[in-house]
Structure formats: structure tokens, C-alpha cells
């Protein structure tokens, strides 16, 4: 019978956290003897044992606010700055796990803590998942909570920007978080009609992109939006990008894989500027004036959306459930209404990419929206 629940959130934070610890915390203390117990940043709460303890007072009114009452934090439990030094805290966190007389550790989090979670796992440690992110990017789930708040926020900003964009007579260029996965900007392109959407799974030729803008304007239609995920590349520079990936993965010695690396980190500083840049490549092609909006961590601020506290109840209270059944090692996915148990084998080091035939990517060509290509 588990009776002493550990929960922390970790990575970058996603509307519905507090949601989803409300929900873990208030069906686990329906249980007797149950305690629950939070870590505060994430797994460097865990090493350094900050504790926060979660009576059924600590989740009154927070299903409504945004962010973490645990704070969280990218640390990795194998390899964290401790004093200046990346060190390998596993065995801190496995003593600490114990020392709280722990049955399961809850993590909540996305890609990345999927990985750190099954390393835990792996080193002997009961632990379950429940995934989060506004990229909607953790595989083998339907659906991340903090994605549709985040939706929300940006087809409102496109839908502000069209305004100011029609009566300027000029582009708008809207960065849109996603380095890898394209799913918000995608959304937020379909849902805020934009006419250019740029995803990281379709790179991108900036001429396409001037001649569906020089066409709009032959039919009168001077201004644009184009929305663009943090992750679009242009053509050239993803085939650069791969090739330093490829070579990173398949380098036999250190020297090469060093290298590569080291080609990687200037490539991916490089491609910071891109939004900027696109635009005055758009500014030039099309004699238009254009403009960039940054959307930044605008997008993962404040109020979860109805449709996300659902999602975060479902799984926080589902999570209890395969806590109950002594399911561990698993991740609590959204599966169509409902919530099933995926082990973390199947989860970590994976990415739910947007697939090229995906119905939106159908609907946003057949909507005359230009994608890069
Ligand atoms: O949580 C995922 C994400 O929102 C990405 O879309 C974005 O690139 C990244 O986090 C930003 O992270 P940070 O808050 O650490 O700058």
C-alpha cells in the first residue's frame, strides 16, 4: 500500500502544473494514511532536500493560477552544477528518496524529464510521469496540458497584430515557441489565419515565402503574417544542421564528436537571429516594410485554460489510480478520453514530431497558407 507520494515539477513551466499537483494531492489524500510530500525546483529540491509539505490546504485556489507553487528547474538529477562542478547526483536523490521513506516519486514534467525520470527508474526508484509542455511534443501522448492555453495566447496575438499589419500595409513576422516540434505555431498559424506559417519540419525557402506575399499584394492585399516556430530553419541552414547532428551521433572517436558538437552550439547561436533576419530577407524581396513580435514566455504565463485544467485533473487523479495499482516506471499519457499507463522505455529520448501528411498541415495548404516549401 504506498502511503508516502514525492511529487516535483521539473523543465520549464506549463499552465496546469498547479492543476495537476491539486489533482495528484487531493485524490491521494482521500486515501488514509496517505502524506504527501513537494520538491521544491525540480530534481535539485531533491538533492538538496527542499521540501515543501502539501496538506489538502496547499491546493485550495491554485487550479486557476499559472506556474508552479514547487518552482521548477532543467536540472538534471546525473548531471547538475553543484559548486561550479557538473556532478552526478543520483545517489543524493536515491538517499534522499529514502530518507523520506518515499513509495513513489512523482515527476511532472516534459521531453527531458522523461529521461532523467526512467534514469531514476532505472537506478531502482519508484517513479511515475505526468507529461507537460505548451510544445506538445512528449511522444506517445495524445495531448500535453499547457498547449492549449498557450494556443490561446498566440492566436490572440495574431489576431492583434492583424489590425496594426492591415493598417501599416506591412509584414508582421511572429516567433512562436518550438524548437523542434511545430504543433503551437501551427495551431496558432491555422486558428490567427495567418498567411505564412514556417515550422521546424518543413524548412523553409524565403522565396516561396516573398512570392506568396508579392501575390497577395497583386491581389491587393498589402500586408501579411507570418508566423514562425523558434525551430524554422531555411533549407541551407538545416542541412547544415542535420549533417552536425548526424555527424555528433555517429562519430566513433572523441575528437570528431567534439567537433561536431562545438559546430552544433555555433550553428544553433547563430540561428537566434533567424526571425530578424527573415524579415529584412522579406523586407528586400517584397519592398514591403515588415516588422518581428516575439512572443516569448508570454506564451506559457498566467491562467491555465479550462480545456487544460480538465486535461491536468484527468491525469493528476489518474496518476493516483496507477499509483494505487503499483504502476511504476510508466508515464500517464492522454489517451482519447481517458488516461492509460506507457512505460518510460517507450517515452524517453523520443519526440512527437508534426507529421508532413498531419490534416492540420492538409487544412493550412488547402487554406492558401504558404508553408516554407
Ligand atoms: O518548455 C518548452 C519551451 O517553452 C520551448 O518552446 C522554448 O524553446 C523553451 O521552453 C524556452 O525555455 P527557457 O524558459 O528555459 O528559456
Known sequence: ???????????GDSPGLNATIRGIGKSALNYPNMQVVGF???????????????????????????????????DKPHRMLIGGTVMDMTDAIIENYH???LD?????GGGGTQKNALHLHQ?????????????NDVAMTDVTFGFDTALGIATDALDRLHSTAHSHHRIIVVEIMGHRAGW??????????????????????????ADAIRYRV???????????????????????????????????????KKQAKADLEELKSAHGNHTLELSQQLEELTGLESR???????????????????????????????????????????????AEAVPLTEVAGKLKLVPLNHPWIKAARQLDTNLGD
Do not use: W
Request: aromatic letters at 4%; hydrophobic letters at 40%.
Open 218 to 256: 497583386r491581389r491587393g492585399k498589402k500586408f501579411s503574417i507570418v508566423a514562425v516556430a523558434e525551430g524554422a530553419m531555411s533549407v541551407q541552414c538545416a542541412k547544415k544542421f542535420y549533417a552536425a547532428e548526424d555527424i555528433m551521433r555517429n562519430a566513433d572517436n572523441k575528437k570528431d
Open 1 to 11: 500500500m504506498t502511503e508516502h507520494i514525492g511529487i516535483l515539477t521539473a523543465g
Open 99 to 101: 530518507a523520506h521513506h
Open 292 to 338: 518581428i513580435t516575439i512572443l516569448g514566455h508570454l506564451q506559457r504565463g498566467g491562467t491555465p485554460s479550462a480545456a487544460d485544467r480538465v486535461l491536468a485533473s484527468r491525469l493528476g487523479t489518474a496518476c493516483v489510480d496507477m499509483i494505487q495499482n503499483n504502476q511504476f516506471g510508466v508515464m500517464v499519457a492522454a489517451r482519447g478520453e481517458g
Open 40 to 74: 521544491r525546483d525540480g530534481f535539485r529540491g531533491l538533492v538538496e532536500n527542499r521540501t515543501v509539505s502539501l496538506n489538502s490546504d496547499s491546493f485550495a485556489g491554485i487550479i486557476s493560477q499559472g506556474g508552479t507553487i514547487l518552482g521548477t528547474s532543467r
Open 184 to 209: 503551437l505555431t501551427l495551431g496558432a498559424g491555422i486558428a490567427g489565419g495567418a498567411d505564412v506559417i514556417l515550422i521546424p519540419e518543413i524548412p523553409y525557402d524565403v522565396n516561396s515565402i
Open 104 to 108: 513513489v516519486l512523482v515527476c511532472l
Open 123 to 135: 537506478n531502482g526508484l519508484n517513479v511515475i510521469t505526468v507529461p507537460k509542455t505548451i510544445d
